[in-house]
């Protein structure tokens, strides 16, 4: 028997919850279907008995985290689905008590080689407990750089839908649950019983978060790195360089470098590569331009070098996009 904890916290977004149950239920029903009989029980805890969901829906739990830390139980996997708080709600949250709660469990789990798995704002949880230092991980894109201001130790690549590290497991926004979900069952009941939920479920296999980016949604903490995207979006048909964003920004290139690097986790000429790509997406899938006239306003000499990137770092073909 494979026990799996389901740790809920107030607020927890019900669709999360949600899926890793139906997911959960379903690798049981595929897998008593292929004769191939997987035995799990599941377990929803909660600080208290009762917790409310972020649609405000009031959720009967099995047990709480204090009493399941003080038994000193251990399951094979923990999971963590999203929470429905951002912003300052998210950080006020982390202090609050079945946060706390939750992060002293998590660290125990960890400690006794648990695997635990956690999406979205819910990532911000296993940082606060100290699990994700100078490790790596992903949250949502656009949480990235609350993520990096608060957590400057972790090696956080948003443009993944889902990374491993470990016993530890990240995925993006909140319907990444389901590529999270996935990787747990692949790790609980094998490839064959995810794949076929995957299907069954029809679930399309989504590695990266890239092409779900918006080019005029910048979050970043730094003006600075601001200014860089705003005069790289402005100049994206001509011939761009570090040299010529520095000089405009009045920085030193090794400045820029590192300002940049601590804000995004990339290095500015992959920051110049990422707005191209996003620009380019946006444009291929809310217009008809043709893809070789996309990739000359974007900065690309031909459409061959587009749809190459595009493939490598945003897991899709144009043509998919449209």
């Known amino acids: 028997m494979k026990t799996v904890w389901i740790l809920v916290l107030d607020g927890v977004m019900d669709s999360s919850l949600a899926i890793t149950?139906?997911?959960?239920?379903?690798?049981?029903?595929v897998a008593a279907q292929a004769k191939?009989?997987?035995?799990?029980?599941?377990?929803?805890?909660?600080?208290?008995?009762?917790?409310?969901?972020?649609?405000?829906?009031?959720?009967?739990?099995d047990d709480?985290?204090?009493?399941?830390?003080?038994?000193?139980?251990?399951?094979?996997?923990?999971?963590?689905?999203?929470?429905?708080?951002?912003?300052?709600?998210?950080?006020?949250?982390?202090?609050?008590?079945?946060a706390v709660w939750a992060a002293e469990l998590l660290r125990r789990l960890h400690a006794g080689e648990t695997r635990i798995a956690a999406s979205c704002a819910s990532v911000f949880l296993l940082a606060e407990a100290g699990l994700l230092e100078q490790r790596r991980a992903t949250t949502t894109w656009w949480l990235a750089g609350s993520f990096r201001t608060r957590y400057p130790g972790v090696?956080?690549?948003?443009?993944?839908?889902?990374?491993?590290?470990?016993?530890?497991?990240?995925?993006?926004s909140a319907f990444a649950q389901l590529d999270l979900m996935l990787a747990v069952l692949g790790d609980l009941a094998g490839a064959r019983v995810a794949e076929l939920c995957a299907?069954?479920?029809?679930?399309?296999?989504?590695p990266s978060q890239a092409r779900y980016m918006m080019a005029t949604h910048?979050?970043?903490?730094?003006?600075?790195?601001?200014?860089?995207?705003?005069?790289?979006?402005?100049?994206?048909?001509?011939?761009?360089?570090?040299?010529?964003?520095s000089?405009?920004?009045?920085?030193?290139?090794?400045?820029?470098?590192?300002?940049?690097?601590?804000?995004?986790?990339?290095?500015?000429?992959?920051?110049?590569?990422?707005?191209?790509?996003?620009?380019?997406?946006?444009?291929?899938?809310?217009?008809?331009t043709p893809i070789e006239a996309v990739a000359e306003q974007v900065g690309y000499r031909d459409s061959t070098t587009l749809r190459r990137l595009m493939r490598r770092e945003l897991g899709a073909s144009p043509s998919s996009l449209r």
């Open 21 to 29: 149950l139906d997911l959960l239920r379903a690798a049981q029903a």
């Open 36 to 61: 191939t009989p997987l035995r799990l029980d599941w377990r929803v805890l909660g600080a208290r008995r009762r917790v409310q969901t972020a649609h405000g829906l009031t959720l009967a739990t």
């Open 64 to 98: 709480t985290f204090r009493a399941c830390r003080e038994r000193g139980d251990m399951p094979a996997w923990a999971i963590v689905p999203a929470m429905g708080q951002y912003g300052e709600r998210l950080a006020a949250h982390l202090a609050e008590r079945d």
């Open 155 to 172: 090696h956080l690549d948003e443009s993944s839908m889902v990374v491993r590290d470990g016993h530890l497991v990240s995925a993006g």
């Open 199 to 206: 299907r069954y479920l029809l679930i399309d296999r989504r």
């Open 218 to 245: 910048a979050q970043h903490h730094d003006p600075v790195v601001a200014a860089a995207e705003q005069w790289i979006d402005r100049h994206l048909g001509g011939p761009l360089s570090v040299r010529a964003l």
């Open 247 to 288: 000089q405009h920004l009045g920085l030193g290139e090794k400045t820029l470098a590192r300002r940049v690097q601590a804000a995004t986790g990339q290095s500015p000429i992959r920051l110049i590569q990422r707005r191209r790509l996003m620009m380019a997406a946006h444009l291929i899938e809310t217009t008809r």
